[in-house]
């Protein structure tokens, strides 16, 4: 069992940066796949980016690709999000997940964090 705990999101200008973070707790959260996705208001959950147990392969939806950066550090447990050049179509509730999915982008991550809200302001 892990528990994720995803901070640091907020209120920022367009082309500004934020930082997510997602703690793990329970287990290891390099056993997994780690993975970020969104969802804003009236849209369907979608994938982000993710990044494979050792770490040393990443994966990005083409929308944040060269914007947004997932990185891990197994010593915190814990998994960031680096989001450059932010633009209002970023808004949405980012969530944390892990787990062995059937792909990079499929929905089906064993565990979930509770989100954390991203605005971006035009």
């Known amino acids: 069992q892990v528990q994720l705990v995803e901070s640091g999101g907020g209120l920022v200008q367009a082309g500004g940066s934020l930082r997510l973070s997602c703690a793990a707790s329970?287990?290891?959260?390099?056993?997994?796949?780690t993975g970020w996705f969104r969802q804003a208001p009236g849209k369907e959950r979608e994938f982000v980016a993710a990044i494979s147990r050792s770490g040393g392969i990443t994966y990005y939806d083409d929308s944040v690709k060269g914007r947004f950066t997932i990185s891990s550090d197994n010593a915190k447990n814990t998994v960031y999000l680096q989001m450059n050049s932010l633009k209002p179509e970023d808004t949405a509730v980012y969530y944390c997940?892990?787990?062995?999915?059937?792909?990079?982008?499929?929905?089906?991550?064993?565990?979930w964090g509770q989100g954390t809200q991203v605005t971006v302001s035009s």
């Open positions: 997940a892990a787990g062995i999915p059937t792909r990079w982008y499929s929905n089906d991550y064993d565990y």
């Open positions: 329970g287990r290891t959260v390099s056993r997994y796949v």
